[in-house]
């Protein structure tokens, strides 16, 4: 069995910061990818950053990058996802995420990937 098990959600004004926390366990904690999808109600879920857990790669999508940073604890099987600089459009359900390869990660809807049960992210005015 596996799970990934998020936290760290919560509500902040703009301008401000958060950091997400992702454990992986079971099976799921040998996967090559983690990363982090986000998603609003009516809209496609984004990907917003991946990690590949043996090499340390990252990937960013534009609208986060130079704001977001995603980190792991490979002894914990553990992600981070510290995001600064808010912002009013980042307000999502964040959902952690586990892939074989960052192609099938990138992939909406793949079947290879398996997601986590979300945190929710508010960020105010």
């Not at 009013?88 to 986590?116: N, R, V």
Request: charged share 15%; hydrophobic share 30%; net charge neutral.
């Amino acid at each position: 069995q596996g799970q990934l098990a998020e936290s760290g959600g919560g509500s902040v004004q703009a301008g401000g910061s958060l950091r997400l926390s992702c454990a992986a366990s079971g099976y799921l904690s040998r996967y090559n990818y983690m990363g982090w999808y986000r998603q609003v109600p009516g809209k496609e879920p984004e990907g917003v950053a991946a990690i590949g857990t043996g090499d340390g790669r990252t990937w960013y999508a534009d609208t986060v990058k130079g704001r977001f940073t995603i980190s792991q604890d490979n002894a914990n099987n553990t992600v981070y996802l510290q995001m600064n600089s808010l912002k009013l459009e980042d307000t999502a359900m964040y959902h952690c995420a586990a892939s074989p390869d960052l192609p099938q990660f990138l992939s909406i809807g793949s079947k290879a990937t398996y997601w986590g049960q979300g945190t929710q992210v508010t960020v105010s005015a």
